[in-house]
C-alpha cells in the first residue's frame, strides 16, 4: 500500500508501521498460491494480493479510491481481475513497509523508494503482492484493463465497517477526513475546490439542523394548542357567581363566632346580554380592551408591549377583556408563562364558542368593581343605589369600568377621579362619545359607604373596625385580597378574646360616660407570649376613623426608649444626672412639669417622677437622639406607617431633643406602644403584632396561620436582651403607684404615663394638654391607651381639668386591667441583674415650694438653672429644633399629626 498515513478511528491521524515492528511478520504464515490448473502454458501466473482494499470519499461528487485493492482477488491475463475473492484462508506474508514509514525514508509526499531485492523464488513460493491502486471511480479500473465495478465490494464493506482488528484501524479511508480539525497537517494538501466543497458539506448538515429546530419551535406550540383547545373548558357566569356568592365567618380566638361578611350581591341577579346598554359596553372597552370586538381573544401585540413593558419595568398586562374573564373564573392568577398559555387557549376558545356580546356580558357578570360588588349589577347598587343598568348615565359606566383596574381603591377619591377621566377620554377617542358630551361632562358623586352598608351585615362598633384590620392584614401578609378572601369562603379565627374584647369596650364605655363630645379614645392590649391582639378599639363607629392606627404623640411615656438606649451602654439606673427646672441644656431651655425639681437624681427617679430635663440630658449628651430612636425601633415601633417614616428628623438624619420626651415630630400608633411594650413583658422578645390566627378557605384547607416568631430584640444575646427589658422593668416599678394607679389582684404591674402639651395657634402658653396616654403591661398582657381629639384643642375631663395620663387614660388603663386578670393566677416579673450602677427612686427627690420646712436633704432644692451636669462631656451638641418645655413652653418647630384632622395644631412639646 502506497498510503503514508492513514485515519484512526477519531479522525487522528497515525503513521503506518511496517508489520515488522508489531511483531506481525513472524506470526503470519506464508501462503503459498500454487499453480492456477485452468491456467494454460505460457499464460502469465495471476498473483493474489493480501492488502485491504478501501476506498474513500473526499465528498459524494468526487470518490477517489485510495489504499491498496482487497486481498485475495486473483488478476486475469489481461491484467485485469480474473480471480475470485477468497473470503478465508490465513493471510498471506504481510507488505513491506509503506514509504516513509521506515525511520529515515523520504519525507511525506515524497516519492516512495524503490523496494529492496528479493531473492529468486519458485513460482509456487512467490508470496502474493499487491495490486495497483485503481485510479478511477469506486470499484472500477483503468478503461485499458477491460474491467469494471466488482459487485461484491459491497461485501467487503461491510466487513470492514464490522471488524476491529489493528489492521482495520489502521486502514480508515478518508472518508472521515471532514471531521479531522481544522489544524489537519493534510487540510493543506487540499486545493481549495475540495476545501469548497468539504464547507458546503458542513453548511449543508447545519442548515438540516436549523431547519429542523425551527420546526420544532413551530410545530410543538401549535400542536400543544391544539391539544389544550380540546381539553379545557370555560366556566360559565352562572359558575363563577356561585362560587363568588359564599360567606366569611369572623371568628373569636375561642372558635366562637363574631361576625360575617355576607357579599352585597349575594342575591345578585345575573345579567342579560339584552340588559347591558351600549354605553355600560363602551365604558368597559374603553377601560379595559379597545380592540375587544375585533380580536380573536387575546392580542398579540399586547402581548408583546406587556412583555416588553415588564422587561423595561413598565406598566400593563396585556389581557384582553376575554382573558381578564378566565382569570377571574378560573380563579388563577399566578404569575407563569404556564397560567397565561392556558388563559390565551381558553380565551381562544371561549371566543369560538360564543359571541361578543355573550362574552361582555360574562365579563360584567363576573369581575369584581370594588366595595365588595362582584358583577355589574352589584356594583351599580354599590356606588349608586341603581338596580337597572339602563338607568346607568355615561359618566356613571365610565366610574364603574374605570375602577375594575384597582378596585380595592374604591375609597380613594383622587384615584377615583384619575380613572374616570381617562375612561371618558378614551370613550371620546373611541366615538362612543362626543367631544360635547365629554367637556359637559361631571364626576358622578358615589353613595356614602354608611349608606352602602346599610343593606350588608357586616360588623358594627368596635367589631368593624377589627374586620377591616383583619382584612388588612390578609392582604399584606398572605396577599389574598377582599375579593380572593370572599371568593373562597374563608373562616378566619382571629386572636380576639372575646372576655378580653368586652372588658376593653366596658372599660371605655364606664369611663367615658359623661365626657365631653370631643374626646377621641383607644385602647389596644396585645398578649406579650405571642404578639396576638387580645382586644382592641379603635372608636365607636365601624365607618369612622380608627383611632388605634392613627399617629399621635406619646409624651413622657416614650422614656422608656432612652433609657434601653442608656442601658445598651452599660449604664443603669444609678447614672445621676442634674434635674432641677428649668436648665439650659445645647442652647434650649428646658423645664419640667408642674415644678418637680431634683438637683441631683438618680434615672430611677427621674422615671418615677418624669423628669424632663434629665432624660433631655440624657438624649442629648449621653446616648445620642438616634440611638433612642433605635431603641424604640428594636422594641416594637415601626419605621414607616404608610408612606410615612417614623423617627427621623426633617432631612432623614437623627431626630431631634424632643424624641427625648415624646414630642415634636416623635409619633407612633397605640397599637405600637403596646407591642413595644409587650417586648420588655416578654424578657426582651419581639413578637409582631397581628390580628389572624388561622384562615381556612370553605374546603377546611388552611391557607394562611399567623406569625409565631420570636427574636431577642434589645440585644443579640438573649441573656442580655432579657437583662436590659428586666432593669426597664424595674425602673416602672413605682410609676403606677405614683400615679395613684394599682394594679390588679397580686399581679405584678408596671407602666408610664404621658401627656402632650397644648399650644395656641396665635403661639399663646397654656397650662392645657392636648394628647394623653397610659402604657403599662403585666406578664400576661401590654395595653396602651390614648385620649385626644380630632383637632387640635385642649382635652379637658367633664370637670374642666386638663386631662393627664393618669386621668381618663389612666382610669380606662386599670379598669380593663383589673377585669382581664380577674380569676387568673397571678405572676410576678423575674428577677434580673441589674446594668451599670443601680439606684432606687427614693429620698433624693423633693419637691421645693416657698411654705415648705426647711429642707434636710444635702442637696439644693432648687439649684441654679446654669448649675453644670454631672453627666460626661457631650456627645452631640446640635441643638434641639424644640424646647421641650412643659407645660409652658413654646416649641419652635409644630409636630406632625398623622392620625384625625389636625389642620390647625399649632406647636407642641410632650410632658409627664
Known amino acids: 500500500m502506497d498510503r503514508q498515513s492513514v485515519n484512526d478511528y477519531g479522525g487522528r491521524r497515525r503513521h503506518a508501521r511496517p508489520d515488522s515492528e508489531n511483531g506481525r511478520a513472524a506470526q503470519q504464515p506464508q501462503w503459498p498460491t500454487g499453480a492456477d490448473p485452468d491456467q494454460g502454458p505460457g499464460r502469465v501466473e495471476p498473483q493474489e494480493s493480501t492488502g485491504y482494499w478501501s476506498p474513500t470519499f473526499d465528498d459524494e461528487d468526487d470518490r477517489q479510491p485510495v489504499g491498496g485493492t482487497r486481498g485475495n482477488v486473483s488478476s486475469g491475463p489481461d491484467g485485469g481481475i480474473g480471480g475470485r475473492l477468497n473470503g478465508g484462508g490465513p493471510p498471506a506474508t504481510a507488505p513491506p513497509p509503506r514509504a516513509g ?27 502474493t503482492e499487491l ?62 475546490e475540495e476545501r469548497a466543497k468539504r464547507k458546503k458539506k458542513v ?50 380566638a375561642n372558635g366562637k363566632e363574631m361576625s360575617q361578611i355576607i357579599p352585597e350581591e349575594g342575591n345578585r341577579k345575573i345579567v342579560q346580554p339584552e340588559d347591558v346598554p351600549e354605553q355600560v359596553k363602551h365604558a368597559a372597552y374603553a377601560a379595559e380592551d379597545a380592540t375587544f370586538e375585533s380580536n380573536a381573544g387575546f392580542d398579540i ?70 366595595r365588595g360588588a362582584n358583577g355589574i349589577q352589584a356594583a ?31 375609597d380613594d377619591m383622587v384615584y377615583m377621579k384619575q380613572r374616570w377621566n381617562y375612561v371618558m377620554d378614551q370613550m371620546v377617542a373611541n366615538k362612543w362619545m362626543t367631544p360635547q358630551e365629554r367637556q359637559s361632562a361631571k364626576f358622578p358623586q358615589p353613595i356614602s359607604q354608611a349608606e352602602r352598608r346599610k343593606n350588608l351585615n357586616r360588623a358594627e362598633g368596635p367589631e368593624g373596625l377589627i374586620e377591616q384590620r383583619v382584612l388588612a392584614e390578609l392582604q399584606t401578609e398572605a396577599g389574598l385580597t377582599e375579593d380572593q378572601v370572599q371568593h373562597q369562603g374563608l373562616t378566619i379565627k382571629t386572636t380576639i378574646d372575646p372576655a ?31 404578639g396576638g391582639v387580645r382586644a382592641y378599639y379603635g372608636g365607636k363607629d365601624a365607618l369612622g376613623l380608627d383611632y388605634a392606627q392613627s399617629l399621635q404623640e406619646p409624651g413622657s411615656s416614650f422614656k422608656p426608649f432612652d433609657l434601653v438606649a442608656l442601658l445598651r451602654m452599660n449604664k443603669g439606673l444609678g447614672e445621676t444626672y442634674d434635674g432641677s427646672s428649668p436648665r439650659t441644656i445645647a442652647g434650649t431651655e428646658v423645664n419640667n412639669s408642674e415644678g418637680v425639681n431634683c438637683a441631683r437624681c438618680t434615672v430611677a427617679t427621674a422615671m418615677e417622677k418624669s423628669i424632663n430635663t434629665v432624660f433631655v440630658d440624657m438624649a442629648v449628651n449621653t446616648t445620642g437622639t438616634k440611638a433612642v430612636a433605635k431603641a424604640a425601633h428594636d422594641a416594637g415601633i415601626p419605621k414607616m406607617v404608610g408612606d410615612q417614616k417614623l423617627l427621623e428628623g426633617l432631612d432623614g438624619g437623627s431626630p431631634d431633643a424632643n424624641i427625648a420626651i415624646g414630642g415634636g415630630r416623635t409619633q407612633v400608633r397605640t397599637i405600637d406602644m403596646a407591642a413595644a411594650y409587650a417586648t420588655f413583658a416578654a424578657d426582651g422578645q419581639r413578637r409582631k403584632p397581628h390580628f389572624v390566627a388561622e384562615a381556612k378557605n370553605a ?64 403661639g399663646e402658653k397654656t397650662d392645657d394638654n392636648s394628647k394623653a396616654w397610659m402604657v403599662g403591661y403585666t406578664r400576661s398582657i401590654s395595653a396602651a391607651v390614648w385620649v385626644g381629639s ?85 456627645s452631640q451638641t446640635t441643638p434641639p429644633s424644640t424646647e421641650p418645655e412643659e407645660p409652658t413652653e413654646e416649641p419652635t418647630e409644630p409636630p406632625i399629626i398623622g392620625g384625625p384632622p389636625d389642620e390647625d395644631e399649632g406647636n407642641g412639646a410632650a410632658s409627664p
Open 699 to 762: 374546603e377546611g384547607e388552611v391557607v394562611h396561620v399567623g406569625p409565631n416568631q420570636s427574636a431577642p430584640a434589645l440585644d443579640s444575646d438573649p441573656e442580655r436582651s432579657k437583662q436590659i427589658a428586666g432593669n426597664v422593668t424595674d425602673s416602672l416599678r413605682p410609676v403606677v403607684p405614683y400615679s395613684e394607679l394599682s394594679c390588679p389582684g397580686e399581679w405584678d404591674c408596671v407602666g408610664k404615663t404621658g401627656t402632650h402639651q397644648y399650644v395656641d395657634p396665635s
Open 301 to 370: 401585540s399586547a402581548i408583546m408591549r406587556a412583555g416588553w413593558n415588564q422587561l423595561t419595568g413598565g406598566g400593563g398586562g396585556g389581557s384582553t377583556i376575554s382573558q381578564q374573564y378566565i382569570k377571574k373564573a378560573t380563579e388563577n392568577e399566578e404569575y407563569s408563562l404556564k397560567r397565561k398559555a392556558l388563559e390565551v387557549v381558553k380565551s381562544y376558545k371561549m371566543n369560538n364558542e360564543l359571541s361578543k356580546r355573550e362574552i361582555i356580558t360574562a365579563y360584567l357578570n363576573t369581575i369584581y368593581f370594588g
Open 131 to 192: 495490486l495497483p491502486p485503481i485510479p478511477t471511480g469506486f470499484g472500477s479500473a483503468p478503461e485499458s484493463s477491460g474491467l469494471g465495478r466488482e459487485p461484491e465490494l459491497l461485501t467487503h464493506v461491510y466487513n470492514r465497517e464490522t471488524s476491529y482488528n489493528d489492521e482495520w484501524d489502521g486502514e480508515w479511508d478518508d472518508e472521515w477526513d471532514e471531521w479531522d480539525d481544522d489544524d489537519d497537517p493534510e487540510d493543506d494538501e487540499l486545493t481549495d
Open 380 to 410: 351599580s347598587k354599590a356606588y349608586f343605589n341603581k338596580d337597572d343598568l339602563r338607568q346607568l348615565t355615561k359618566p356613571e359606566s365610565a366610574l364603574l369600568t374605570g375602577m375594575i383596574q384597582s378596585p380595592g381603591r374604591a
Open 500 to 530: 378580653a374584647q368586652k372588658a376593653a369596650v366596658k372599660a371605655v364605655d364606664e369611663v367615658m360616660n359623661g365626657q365631653p363630645q370631643n374626646l377621641r379614645n383607644a385602647l389596644t392590649a396585645i398578649d406579650p407570649k405571642s
Open 101 to 127: 514509514a521506515a525511520a529515515g525514508g523520504p519525507p511525506r509526499g515524497g516519492p516512495p523508494p524503490p523496494p529492496p531485492p528479493r531473492p529468486p523464488q519458485e513460482p509456487h513460493d512467490r508470496p
Open 203 to 252: 453548511w449543508r448538515r447545519a442548515r438540516r439542523i436549523m431547519y429542523a429546530l425551527a420546526a420544532l419551535f413551530i410545530l410543538g406550540p401549535i400542536a400543544v394548542f391544539a391539544v389544550l383547545y380540546m381539553i379545557v373548558d370555560v366556566p360559565s357566569p352562572e359558575q363563577v357567581a356561585a362560587q363568588q356568592n359564599q360567606v366569611v365567618t369572623l371568628q373569636y
Open 790 to 874: 380630632d383637632k387640635n384643642e385642649p382635652i379637658l375631663d367633664s370637670d374642666g381639668s386638663p386631662v393627664y395620663g393618669s386621668g381618663l387614660p389612666g382610669e380606662m388603663w386599670q379598669t380593663f386591667m383589673d377585669a382581664y386578670h380577674a380569676n387568673k393566677p397571678p405572676e410576678k416579673f423575674p428577677e434580673v441583674d441589674p446594668i451599670g450602677k443601680y439606684a432606687r427612686a427614693d429620698e433624693e427627690y423633693q419637691t421645693p415650694t416657698s411654705s415648705a420646712p426647711p429642707s434636710t436633704s444635702s442637696e439644693p432644692s432648687e439649684p441654679s438653672p446654669t448649675q453644670p451636669s454631672p453627666t460626661p462631656p457631650p
